[in-house]
């Protein structure tokens, strides 16, 4: 018995079988290891990517609301554009019938006493009359009651703009992200730098840092601002507006090529003899216009009728306004007249009275009719209301520093810094993560570590806890700006007139946020935000 065991033993040792389920066991362990570790780098590289969309959403959110108010802001400006084309639209009608009305007046006295057409000219007399007073008072009304309306679209975009103001200047909430959850809430990076550097962003795409010194600046359209943003801001609202108008209100219907009717805006009556000729005819003109900075009239509609005398010979040309007829909407005359506000500009000089019988006794019964059914009020009250306006910068990158000027064309931008911190990385779908070892003594050990730690995190070496720029755990940074692009050319300035504002998602460093707050002049720290 005793010889037998020892032979099996002998027989044990000798034998090579079993070796391999020694190195399997040994070899699976550390293999079961490495794919835990494995996949827990999957996992926080999933969390790092969870939590760089959830920040690109909440900053694509916050551009796409100030895109929106851009818009709301363009929408306004081209309505009031439209109100200051409709006044000047009816201000030229209304000129246009004071000046026939004013030649055909004295014709109609005449008729009213002759047989038979008495009574047809009679009633020419008090139908152009009644219409001509009904004109009278409606624009007398529309100006007013347009340019309060322009009011009152301004204090509809000075709301818009203060309330997105106000909300930049509040830390991002859950709902603009969507990255988080009550058992592992994100947390703001720099909750009080951060909006206010998107704030000062947002406010100096209208050129000052605060949105309440912008709408001061803005208000002064009203008192006559001799600043150079607000001369800037008027005439360029002037232009615009002048630009809508139709050919007919501007200049008089077929400018180029003139009628033959004494009743159209624009006529033409030519005479040749051989190298000379003699035309009359008439021009009109209405626009939206603006007096220096500092004048008591800021802006006006100004409409004229011209009655005009042109003799062209043997290349000479000279021309002679016999009747200029002017009307004026605004709101304090810069040269009031005590008779009405239709007035003459000229009277027909002593030397043609001869030469043209009948001319001086014509311009006299005009300027007689003109006195005589002058509008009621004398005075009609226009003027150009404040409106939100853009303060474009010709410069493409950011200087730094909290009072810089913008880079990017002054296009505002925002930014946003999300952290997920380590104590919630320690729980990873309901599991607490733990650390794992094995030791086989003479053959090794190995442990892998899936908890998180406050050391886990980006530091920047040498700096003490309280100045380190990031929280232990995930961080995530991203940029989205507020852009202006008109589909198929990118050249067009950024302005707020056209509704073409999107948002877009743009690299951090390149942005004003960041550039105020410096970001952008630290190499270390640069790098800590784009790990």
């Not at 009305?101 to 009644?130: F, H, M, Q, S, T």
């Amino acid at each position: 018995m005793g010889a037998a065991v020892i032979l099996a033993l002998r027989s044990a040792r000798r034998s090579e079988e079993g070796q391999a389920l020694v190195l399997a066991a040994i070899f699976g362990l550390v293999l079961m290891l490495c794919v835990l570790g494995t996949v827990n780098l999957g996992r926080a590289v999933y969390d790092k990517v969870q939590l760089q969309a959830a920040a690109g959403s909440a900053a694509v959110s916050q551009a796409a609301l100030e895109a929106r108010v851009m818009n709301f802001t363009a929408y306004t400006n081209r309505a009031m554009v439209v109100h200051y084309a409709s006044v000047m639209a009816a201000t030229s009608y209304l000129t246009w019938l004071h000046f026939i009305w004013a030649g055909l007046k004295p014709l109609l006295e005449i008729l009213r006493d002759a047989p038979y057409i008495g009574p047809i000219a009679a009633a020419i007399d008090g139908g152009l009359e009644a219409l001509k007073r009904t004109l009278d008072a409606g624009i007398a009304a529309l100006c007013p009651l347009l340019s309060a309306a322009n009011l009152i679209l301004y204090g509809l975009q000075e709301g818009a703009w203060h309330s997105v103001w106000l909300r930049l200047g509040r830390p991002v909430p859950p709902e603009a992200h969507s990255g988080d959850s009550a058992a592992r809430p994100v947390q703001p990076i720099w909750p009080r730098l951060l909006p206010l550097a998107n704030q000062a962003v947002f406010a100096q795409a209208r050129g000052h840092l605060t949105m309440p010194a912008n709408a001061a600046e803005t208000a002064g359209m009203l008192g006559g601002s001799r600043t150079e943003a607000v001369q800037l801001a008027r005439l360029h609202m002037a232009e615009v507006a002048n630009s809508a108008r139709p050919p007919w209100v501007a200049y008089g219907d077929r400018h180029g090529d003139p009628g033959f009717s004494p009743l159209a805006r624009h006529f033409r009556w030519k005479v040749s003899l051989g190298l000379a000729s003699l035309e009359l005819g008439s021009v009109a003109r209405t626009e939206l216009g603006l007096f220096p900075p500092g004048a008591r009239t800021l802006s006006q509609v100004w409409s004229a009728q011209r009655l005009r005398l042109v003799a062209r010979a043997f290349g000479f040309t000279k021309r002679l306004n016999v009747v200029s007829l002017v009307e004026m909407d605004q709101l304090y005359a810069q040269a009031p007249r005590a008779e009405h506000q239709y007035f003459l500009l000229f009277s027909v000089p002593g030397w043609l009275r001869p030469i043209l019988p009948g001319v001086g006794a014509v311009r006299d019964a005009i300027s007689a009719a003109l006195r005589r059914y002058a509008p009621v009020p004398e005075q009609r009250m226009f003027w150009m209301a404040p409106y939100v306006y853009f303060a474009p910068r010709a410069r493409a990158a950011p200087a730094p520093g909290p009072s810089a000027p913008l880079g990017n064309f002054a296009q505002p931008d925002v930014l946003v810094g999300l952290a997920l911190p380590a104590r919630q990385l320690q729980v990873d779908g309901g599991v607490t993560r733990k650390r794992f070892s094995w030791s086989g003594r003479r053959a090794g050990s190995a442990s892998v570590d899936f908890r998180f730690t406050e050391a886990d995190g980006p530091r920047i070496p040498g700096l003490p806890e309280p100045l380190q720029a990031l929280q232990p755990g995930l961080n995530a940074f991203a940029a989205a700006q507020a852009c202006y692009h008109r589909p198929g050319d990118w050249r067009e300035m950024p302005n707020f007139f056209n509704p073409l504002w999107g948002a877009r998602l743009m690299p951090v460093l390149e942005s004003n946020a960041a550039a105020k707050l410096g970001l952008t002049a630290v190499p270390l720290l640069r790098q800590v935000l784009l790990h």
